[in-house]
């Protein structure tokens, strides 16, 4: 444990018995990418595989390539995952599969912690259950909502009735560690703008390049329902953005203007401390799960698309109740709400003392400079 941060142990723990669900005896399958592609710490497997080890799960390590265009996993990888007690990736190919139905008999994890410091921290270390138990609590809220209502202090407005998760096939089947967003609401319904600051980036589904389109000004984007209507802005932005949208749409044989559904981030331990534009693909792997974070998943009619529009500091209320209150996420407000903190005391430190750090620049913004 030498030169470890002091609780990682806490926060390998959280992720291996918390999430995993594992227990001595058990096999666990690593799947780490190349360090060198700059995503996740060089450490990180060989760090998780000790642990294992210390609570007597034996761990097996793998490197598996990176491939900006993933299809499922090649059948004998997906054998040893089966036949592994659980997978887990410190990968990007985790991610991008993550809502692939291939993946529900295996059900593998993927971490969005992406080095020691964030396993250590509140956002490893925040109780995996507590944090399913939010979940449940905002995806309910939002399902029986009569009237949901998103802003943002740039300007994003857009409102419709109470989400319609679908019955099945809504949710990732690989599952998320730490838990950081609710279930994708379906656009269905909602109509309005999106005020869009820095830049246009990707999902994490497929890369390309190039992978961020950046803006020079607030760019809004008006939708209704599953279609983007247009763009409003700078003649710049605008011809940025259409000509992004084209491109990847004509890449991947897509839909550039379909608006599959949206999403903000519910741990507030989430941080991330570089700015955004100094490794975008990074940060789009490990900021999203701040309650300061809002995307919608778009060009694309199935999730999570191939484009992310970002919102910062959104503020979503529930039947006139903020339940996102400019960044903040307060499940205090809902019944039950309170119940979920005082049982998981790991859980409230984090939300009465939550993080700030999303990679914004020195003017507050999003910026790929």
Known sequence: MAGLPSNFA??????????????????????????AEGIYEHALAEEIAQAAARAGIHAELESVPFAPEVADPPPALTRRMAAADRTLFLARLGDQIRFRPSMGEVNPVVSYALDS???????????????????????????????????????????????????????????RFPMSVFTPAPAEGFRGRVAQAGFLVGTGSQYYSPYAAALEDVLFVRFEGTALLGFEGSARDVATARAHYERV????????????????????????????????????????????????HTCGNYPPGEISLNVIDPTVEVDGVRLWDRGRLCPERLAGGQAILDRYPCLARVFADPETAVGLGPDGRLSLA
């Open 10 to 35: 806490q926060g390998a723990r959280n992720l291996l018995e918390n999430c995993a669900g594992m227990r001595a005896g058990q096999k666990l399958l690593i799947l780490y990418e190349d360090p």
């Open 117 to 175: 410091d964030m396993l250590a921290s509140g956002f490893g270390q925040a109780h995996f259950g507590g944090l399913e138990e939010i979940k449940a609590l905002v995806n309910g809220a939002l399902a029986s909502a009569r009237h949901v209502r998103v802003t943002c202090p740039l300007g994003t407005d857009f409102a419709g009735p109470g989400v319609r998760f679908p019955r099945v096939g809504g949710d990732c089947t690989v599952t």
């Open 249 to 296: 749409a004509a890449k991947f044989g897509i839909d550039p203007w379909f608006v599959h559904s949206w999403h903000a981030g519910i741990h507030p331990g989430c941080a991330y401390r570089m700015p955004a534009g100094a490794n975008i693909e990074r940060w789009a792997a490990g900021a999203f799960g701040n309650p300061r974070v809002l995307h919608l």
